[in-house]
């Protein structure tokens, strides 16, 4: 698994590179550490961050390369991954207080939307890896969600819980609107879509050897999700942002966007 994890020397990208490192120590593969200068004061701060990511991982990690780009951060990280190919990005989040927690226009949200590779946004401080929340709303597209977190739980030795939020209306006609409200091992022996998907997932995860489970919620999706987030005491939380055509490529699904400035602890966003 090849990282990009990035740093402009502040505070959280420092969480989110002691984060990065709990991958990248057990993945064993190509590191790459950039630092993004964006005025000339932050250059020896960055330095000094890039060369102690360096230092720590260097007995685990066999090729680390330190990078220093000059420019904007989110322009300068989109760069990067669009002239290699990465199979996941690292980036910190600052926390918002106020009216300003309701915009999405960091350097994190700016990489959710836009990067090509799988985007980790380090939120809050975690110092483990041993739970994870897959947030799947079914198809092709949330079983890459599944496979995605798979791995990153394969490498670091952490579960994986398959989330569905069930809400007023199913997904087929094959579902029964009692289905609903049937627990999630009642669901699983049925022929719903929501059913099928699961299943699919949990198979994903046994093929990787990860130990999994199912778990269904009802309500609103948003609030689902982040509650089964804090109840669950998770490590990260993995969820969609599923390619859009037209102008809706520019943007991330409402339902993603709101988790990734709803949420209190890492998420990894996944194309």
Do not use: W
Request: a negative charge.
């Amino acid at each position: 698994m090849k990282i990009l994890m990035c740093t402009d020397g502040s505070s959280h990208a420092a969480e989110a590179l002691r984060f990065g490192a709990l991958i990248a120590r057990e993945a064993k593969d190509m590191v790459t550490i950039l630092g993004v200068l964006e005025s000339e004061d932050e250059e020896r701060k960055v330095t000094r961050m890039l060369e102690r990511t360096s230092t720590a991982l260097c007995e685990d990690v066999p090729h680390i390369d330190s990078l220093i780009r000059r420019g904007h951060a989110a322009e300068e990280i989109l760069k990067e991954t669009e002239e290699k190919k990465y199979d996941l990005v690292v980036v910190g989040s600052r926390g918002r207080r106020g009216i300003t927690r309701f915009v999405l226009g960091s350097t994190a949200a700016r990489l959710a939307r836009y990067c090509p590779s799988p985007v980790l946004i380090v939120k809050g401080k975690r110092r483990r890896l041993s739970r994870i929340l897959v947030c799947t709303a079914g198809a092709k597209a949330g079983e890459k969600d599944t496979e995605i977190a798979g791995r990153i739980a394969a490498l670091t030795g952490a579960s994986v819980t398959v989330l569905h939020v069930m809400s007023q209306l199913a997904l087929g006609p094959e579902c029964e609107v009692s289905d609903l409200e049937n627990s999630t091992e009642a669901l699983l022996t049925t022929d719903a879509r929501e059913a099928i998907h699961l299943r699919k997932d949990l198979q994903i995860l046994e093929d990787l050897s990860v130990e999994g489970e199912a778990k269904v919620r009802h309500g609103l999706v948003v609030d689902e999700i982040l509650a089964e987030a804090r109840e669950g005491d998770y490590d990260l939380v993995a969820i969609g942002a599923h390619v859009a055509s037209g102008l809706q490529r520019f943007m991330l699904t409402d339902a993603t966007e709101q988790i990734v400035m709803g949420s209190d602890r890492p998420v990894l966003v996944v194309r």
